[in-house]
């Protein structure tokens, strides 16, 4: 009996694609707002309970994070006002609620340790980004307190002299040569 040759010389190469495919992370909606308002102090990827035409419409791009922001209730963390559109080639009484909460797949003991900094620390849960892992739709949630304006000031000041301070090296290294 003749065994078969393998066609493929690295045998790796395949499953290092299909690895890659299953692991690559595809951006559908970012939250610039609340980096801007915020000051981002944790944050976590959860996964997400939809229906089938919520991912698709996902896959589309139809998703609104502005004003969304999330809560832990019952031991269960929830996002609220996040507004996915209804699914553009779906029966109207197929469809799903835009404006439903959406549960987020975490673990328990995820769920208690942010529950109670939230609550020591007063901060907020705010969604930052939202993106498909493979197949799975994920939230990258942030643990966050609100900036002053004071702090919003001094993050656009600090912004502009790292953006002068720049463009002078630049101007110098060309003078040089």
Avoid at 40 to 64: F, H, N, P, Q, Y
């Amino acid at each position: 009996m003749a065994a078969k040759k393998n066609k493929n010389k690295n045998p790796k190469k395949g499953a290092s694609n299909a690895a890659d495919a299953k692991t690559a992370k595809t951006v559908v909606a970012t939250n610039r707002q609340a980096r801007r308002d915020y000051d981002i102090v944790d944050t976590i990827e959860c996964g997400m309970v939809l229906r089938g035409s919520e991912a698709k419409s996902l896959r589309e791009s139809k998703v609104t994070l502005g004003d969304a922001f999330g809560r832990i209730d019952r031991g269960e963390m929830y996002i609220i006002a996040l507004h996915i559109s209804p699914y553009s080639h779906a029966a109207h009484h197929t469809g799903h609620d835009p404006d439903r909460h959406r549960k987020l797949l975490l673990h328990r003991h995820q769920i208690d340790s942010w529950q109670e900094r939230q609550d020591r620390d007063r901060l907020t849960l705010v969604p930052l980004s939202l993106y498909f892992v493979g197949n799975r739709a994920k939230v990258e949630m942030g643990l966050a307190r609100g900036k002053s304006q004071v702090d919003r000031r001094r993050d656009i000041a600090k912004r502009d002299s790292d953006r002068d301070i720049a463009k002078a090296m630049s101007d110098n290294l060309r003078r040089r040569g």
